[in-house]
Every structure is written in structure tokens, then in C-alpha cells.
């Protein structure tokens, strides 16, 4: 019987899932540890609608995560019950029977629905078949070795985050305002790791001019290099090219915005996940800098859960979920759900950090104990108080500073005075004028509210220098922070260094 043949009239699956199992079919066929007559005679009728769709790695029963799927195939005892789909049991080599099936069998699992007699799944290896008793030790042993792979890919992740420190607070990945300038402005007031801004994969590996931008110094580190990308070889080309001055390569799969949909980026590969799992995979193969992944949740959690444990079984070294769906981009209007990043934290094996709702350096507190993370990320509010992760709050000087929180007022700093700070560091290492621009606007903004004329007056200008840009925000605390009334012997001193230096001085009189 032909293979294609044989699926087509025995397995009414689609797609990939049915392509797997043809590949497979083949192999168990070429080393004779199974026959068309051992699969023949299993009803798989209405697989295709009792099956769900298998994501590689996670394994779903009935559109739910199972127990034991949570520390995946390599924590399972030999004899334990892992339950997983026909298609995962096949693709990891564990022995699975119909139901009712009393034959012995490892790692088997009855899904049938009340009133129904719905299929597990195939078994392999029939141990009441001559030669199947080598087909199984051989099928234990490559299991074995997936395990202790999975488990050395565990440890291994953590031993490096541990090495790093295991840094808490990090300055998420904002294209265009993310850049050096602007991480070690965030590193000097409490931020103990960075991401880059985004950088897309196929320019960096094809653009010098663009590849400049990534710019970094060793006081920038532990450093995320993050990449968009939807070809494997474009972003192993970009990676290698930065691997060696960062700690992790993360990849971009959370970005919601029209852009992304555009280039096929993002969060708009959570419609691949096949793809997103080759990215991984490429890059944690071929590279000797661990990989990390940002992601956003789907609409349900069991999917959300699905699409995390293949992440890591793909070779995400460290995750970070943002606790909002792709549709969900308006970050004041819509709150994040730490509740399903906690379930992502209980779930995975490796490190997780959290993005979402972090305001203040008490929403931190408050996020890593609802949730268990072991990091978070900020990124909107960062861009108006870089100082954000020190527990300083904005206080304008001369402004109502009501709402600020509830901090001491030695804990509040003022946007221009960390303008100015950030202005310094672009001094020293130079980045594009659009990414000042931006800082400005962002870190003034309640300023420019009170004073649009400075305001219109920035917009005006073409080009800026840094000196223009200084000398505006010196008018802009002028304006708030008057001159406090000098004493008498200031205004004594200050006329004296007045005067021409031609100019005798009376000496005092004495009698």
C-alpha cells in the first residue's frame, strides 16, 4: 500500500500534521518496527475533528494544556501517564494505544468524551510483534536523550541568567528610542539590563548604514539584541553579526502595530507558529549566545500556554509575554493580564518575565508577586521618567505635582533635569537626531502643554544641535524655576564681577 494512499483513506488529516506523519510513516516502515496492517487496523475515523491542531512541542488534548505537559516529555517517569495528541505521541517516539486497549503501552491516555469512543492515538511499537521489543528499547533510548537535551537546555538557561545576575529591572525594546543614549540614561537611575530598539533582520545583514545604529559600550550590558524576522537564515546572517557584544538574541514576536501585519513580523507570526518555531529553532542550533523570545497572549489561554511551552522546547532560553493580545494596543485604555502571565510562569521551566502595567517602581513589586517572574519590563512609561526603576516620581518644579504618588519629595526628579542628563550621553555617543526629537517630546510633554510656544518653536526647526536643544530646555526652567531672591552679599559679588576691570575700587574709609 502506498503511503499517500494509505493516509488519505486512514487518517483524514490536514496539512502539516498529516505531512508528519507520512515523513513518519516512511521511517517506521524503512526500520521495520511497525506494518501497514498494525496501522490499518486502528479506526481513526473523525481524527481530524477529535484531534486538535498540535502545535510541535506542547501537547493539547481536547483544546486543553494537560498536567503533565507542563514539564513536558522529559519529566515524565517511565510507566507515568503523559497525556499529548497521536501526532506528538508519534513525533516523540512514545507508545500510545486506542481506547480500551488493556495491551501494555508507556505513556498512554484515554480522551474519549461520554458517550463517544474516540481514538488516543497509534501505537508504534506492538510488543506482541515479532521485533517490536528492539523497536521499543531504541524508541526509550531517543527519548532519553530528548530528555536529558531538554533538561541541559534548562539548566543551561538558567546558569546564564544567574551569571547575568538575574536582573529584575529592564528597559523593554522601543524601535527608534530603546538606543544607547537612552539605556544607559535608564542604567544610571536603577535599570539592571536593556533591550536594543528593533532592528529588522534582513537590513541589518544587508545594510551597513543601517546596521550603525546598533551602537553599545561596556557599561550597556546585559544587553537583548532584538530582531524582527521571518526567514531563518536572514536573522542567523543578522545574529552573527552582534552575537558576540550581547547577552541574549531575542526575537520580536509581540509587535501589534500595521507595520508588522505589512512585513509578515511580529505578532503577526502567531498565524505561523510552524515558522516561529523554525526561527527558534535555527538560532538556538547555530548560535553559542542563548536566545530569548517576546511574545503577546493569544485570546485563550490554553493556547497562550501551547504556544509558550513550544517556544522553549524549540530553545528559548528566556521569555518575556506582554499580558495583551495582538488586537489589544491601547496600554492606558486596556490593562494587562498578569493572571495568564502567571500561568505562563507556572508552566515553563525557564526564566519568564513580565510586560505590562508598570508605572511605578511599586507596580514592579506588586507584578513579580502576583505573578512570580522573574523580571519585568517597562517601556511607555520609561520614555517620560527614565528614572522610573530608582523610585524617583516626575515633579514638575513650579507645577501642581498632585497624583505624583506617594513618594517623599527627595524621591522626585524633573523631566528637563534627565533631559539634560540624556542630552550629555548623546554628546558622547552620537545616535540619529529623529530618536532625540522623540525623547524631547517625550519627556517634555507636560511642559510643552504649558509652554507650546517652545514647543512650535522645536517643530520649526530642520535640523537641531544639541546646544539648541540645551539651550531650549534652559528657557523652559527658567520659566518655572524662578531666581530665588539673593542676599545681600551675592548681589555684592555678582555687581563687583560686573564691572569693567578698569574700573577702581574705593577703598573703605577709616577714621
Known sequence: MKVAEFFCHHIPLRGRALRELQVLYSLLLSSRCCNPAQFSSLALAGASTTTPAVVEGPELVNGSVTAGSAMAA???????????????????????????????????????????????????????????????????????????THRSHIEAAWEHWRKLGSPKLLVAPMVDQSELPFRLLCRKYGATAAYTPMFHSRLFAENLKYRKEFTTCPEDRPLFVQFCANNPDTLLEASRLVEDQCDYIDINFGCPQRIAKRGNYGAFLMDDLPLVRSLVSKLASSLSTPVSCKIRMFPKLEETLAYALMLEQAGCSLLAIHGRTRDQKDSKAIRADWDVIKAVKSVLQIPVLANGNIRWLE?????????????????????????????????????????????????????????????????????????????????LGPWFRKHPDLREELNKQYRVSLDWLKDMVYQLMAREMPLPPLKLEDRIELAVEALPSETPLLEPSRG
Do not use: W
Open 74 to 148: 522529559s519529566e515524565q517517569e517511565e510507566g507515568g501517564s503523559l497525556l499529548m495528541s497521536p501526532v506528538a505521541a508519534l513525533e516523540r517516539g512514545v507508545e500510545v494505544s486506542r481506547n480500551g486497549n488493556s495491551a501494555a503501552h508507556t505513556g498512554s491516555v484515554d480522551t474519549s468524551q461520554e458517550g463517544k469512543s474516540s481514538v488516543v492515538g497509534i501505537r508504534v511499537c506492538d510488543e506482541r510483534s515479532n521485533g517490536d521489543a528492539t523497536c521499543s528499547k531504541r524508541l526509550k533510548v531517543e527519548e532519553n536523550m530528548r530528555s536529558l
Open 363 to 443: 507596580d514592579v513589586y506588586d507584578c513579580i508577586a502576583a505573578t512570580g517572574v522573574d523580571g519585568v519590563l517597562s517601556a511607555e512609561s520609561l520614555l517620560e521618567n527614565p528614572a522610573l526603576f530608582s523610585g524617583c516620581h516626575m515633579q514638575s518644579l513650579g507645577m501642581d505635582s498632585e497624583g505624583d504618588g506617594p513618594l517623599l519629595s527627595e524621591h522626585k526628579l524633573n523631566e528637563p533635569t534627565l533631559l539634560l542628563e540624556y542630552l550629555e550621553l548623546c554628546e558622547k555617543y552620537p545616535v540619529p537626531l529623529r530618536m532625540i526629537r522623540a525623547h524631547v517630546h517625550r519627556m
